[in-house]
DNA sequence: ATGATCTCCTGAGCGC
DNA sequence: TGCGCTCAGGAGATCA
């Protein structure tokens, strides 16, 4: 389950062995994602990528024709760069091939994720909804106080929700809040004004350490050359139901928000 | 307008 | 062994 810090793994990853180098051929299966893509994805034969960037989760790839692709991994969405004649793994979508017969595929068997390919001028605005990057440097804890302030939902739910701090997702959600002492259950709007800056700093913290490691590796997930993260060791709260808390030693628990499992020390989160 | 719930989809894990 | 059930979740649609 890619969230920002595998988001950006990929993203770099893709910038330094994608960028600049043509594509030469694609072969497709018929598009089965979740959205249809304006251009057809053989329309990126004979093009550059000239920049990739990323907002949460969705990547943007900057075409040498001023068009664009934009990607979102979903749950189980891949990218990995492979050699001629390697093996293809089943549910692959897309195989783009480069000049020197490497490629780049897109794989992803629960086809939540999505790639679509736009004309110049065709901005995608499929992420227009999002609120701030998570690690945009521009985030103050008074501005972060103002969204919290205006919600009613669980902290849980409104650290969720892209459209208020984007990037997200269940880890980081339930590890960010164990390291800030907040219950997943507390209403956004109860944070007392003392907890937002910690929070702030503990967000932007837990997705750097996991991004100095290259990620998560929950399930599946590995970068575009194939190698898993290794943030998963440091994780103290997400899916150890049953175990002691790291900081109290209180028992672990599982709970069910808005039909998401929360992890969180009943001991030690307020 | 907001928050909760449902839906999409497949593979893994489990019980019988 | 193998079937069928449940669960996981990002994000958009829909409901209250």
Not at 61 to 87: I, N, Q, Y
Not at 109 to 130: I, M, S
Not at 201 to 226: C, M, P, R, W
């Amino acid at each position: 389950m890619p969230e920002l810090p595998e988001v950006e793994t990929i993203r770099r990853g893709l910038e330094a062995r994608l960028v600049g180098r043509r594509i030469v051929d694609v072969m497709a299966q018929p598009n089965r994602l979740r959205k249809a893509s304006p251009l057809p994805w053989s329309a990126l034969a004979g093009r550059k990528v000239v920049a990739v960037t990323r907002h949460a989760k969705a990547l943007r790839w900057r075409l040498d024709d001023g068009g664009c692709v934009s990607a979102h991994l979903g749950m189980t969405g891949k990218f990995l760069f492979a050699g001629p004649g390697e093996p293809l793994p089943a549910h692959t979508h897309l195989r783009l091939i480069l000049e020197d017969g490497q490629e780049l595929r897109f794989i992803d068997p629960r086809r939540f994720g999505w790639f679509t390919v736009h004309a110049p001028g065709d901005e995608p605005g499929d992420t227009d909804h999002y609120g701030l990057d998570a690690l945009d440097p521009a985030w103050t804890a008074e501005m972060l106080a103002a969204v919290l302030a205006r919600s009613k939902a669980p902290l849980k739910g409104f650290l969720l929700d892209q459209t208020k701090i984007a990037g997200l997702g269940n880890i980081y959600v339930c590890e960010a809040l164990w390291r800030a002492g907040l219950s997943p259950r507390r209403l956004a709007c109860n944070t007392p004004r003392a907890a937002v800056a910690p929070l702030l700093k503990h967000i932007i913290a837990v997705l750097e350490d996991s991004l100095a490691q290259g990620g998560t590796s929950f399930n599946d997930y590995v970068n575009s050359i194939g190698e898993p993260g290794k943030f998963l060791t440091d994780l103290a709260v997400f899916q150890k139901a049953g175990h002691p808390c790291p900081r109290c030693g209180a028992e672990i628990r599982r709970i069910v928000q808005s039909g998401r499992s929360s992890f969180y020390c009943g001991g030690c989160q307020r």
